[in-house]
């Protein structure tokens, strides 16, 4: 019954799963989800409940989670924007939910504990974290929980970005984090997810996912015709064009997210053993 269901995009083990998969997958045990939040500026979201087992994604702030499991200080469930699914420090999570009002427009910005760009900050925070606002105070806005963060690197959560390959050149020489999605350390797919969130257009959170439902396919994998914003797949992996000439992506390769001409990594990922395996257009 589960074998075509993929264990990352639905919260289902041996001895325990999502109640709404009951009779779809077997399990020892069925429950309802517990809505969380997450309450860090960002949640590491692992594979195994073990602080050293590896970063399959990362949740932001202010996204919620559906938790099926809450033990020994991990909870494991799933991202309710990506239907991800995966254990996260349980100390990250509030439930205390509340609807997010504004978004970092920005790479990165901080919060602050008085309106004061001299003071010293409380923390920060990166693209696509969500906050609820409750008032302006000259150029910034009063959180909810009385912080402030500067006005100008906010929008209401309602406006999208209107290319989502500007959105990605500004994480340009973001460092190459496996799982992750800030610019403090992101991976291929993760650019991709974050950049289309900004603009509105929904994407799962792995390249196979993406290659397979983002977008439209071109007929072939040939690289004439190409145009900006075309999406480019290889096993594994997966860039952004700024140009039809120019790759935009996170590389293992400069454990950076960089610029490069497409023929040369074509090139280079194809003398590694894989060649193209895919194009598609939003």
């Not at 009779?23 to 050293?52: C, E, I, T, W, Y």
Request: charged share 20%; glycine share 10%.
């Amino acid at each position: 019954m589960s074998g075509d269901l993929d264990p990352l995009l639905h919260a289902f083990r041996a001895d325990i799963a999502a109640a709404h998969l009951e009779g779809k997958v077997p399990s020892a045990r069925f429950v309802q989800a517990r809505r969380m939040q997450v309450s860090s500026p960002s949640a590491p979201v692992h594979a195994a409940p073990r602080s050293d087992a590896q970063m399959i994604s990362e949740a932001l702030l202010g996204e919620l989670v559906d938790v099926y499991e809450d033990a020994e200080g991990w909870a494991w469930g799933q991202l309710r924007d990506d239907g991800y699914v995966g254990y996260l420090p349980a100390g990250a999570l509030s439930p205390d939910c509340t609807e997010a009002t504004h978004k970092v427009i920005v790479p990165r910005t901080f919060i602050y504990w008085v309106p004061d760009i001299k003071s010293v900050p409380a923390g920060s925070i990166a693209l696509e974290a969500r906050l609820t606002i409750e008032a302006q105070d000259g150029a910034f806005l009063r959180t909810r929980d009385g912080r402030f963060v500067y006005k100008p690197h906010f929008a209401e959560v309602s406006q999208m970005a209107p290319d989502f390959v500007a959105v990605a050149e500004t994480l340009a020489g973001a460092p190459y984090l496996w799982g992750g999605k800030t610019v403090g350390g992101l991976d291929c797919s993760g650019l991709v997810q974050l950049s289309c969130k900004a603009a509105g257009i929904p994407a799962l959170r792995d390249s196979y996912m993406q290659r397979d439902t983002l977008g439209t396919a071109l007929g072939s994998t040939d690289l004439a015709g190409l145009q900006r914003g075309d999406i480019v797949f290889w096993q594994g992996h997966v860039g952004i064009l700024a140009d039809p000439a120019t790759l935009l992506h996170a590389t293992a390769h400069t454990m950076l997210t960089v610029t490069e001409p497409l023929e040369q990594a074509v090139r280079r990922i194809a003398d590694g053993g894989s060649p193209i395996s895919r194009i598609n257009r939003l």
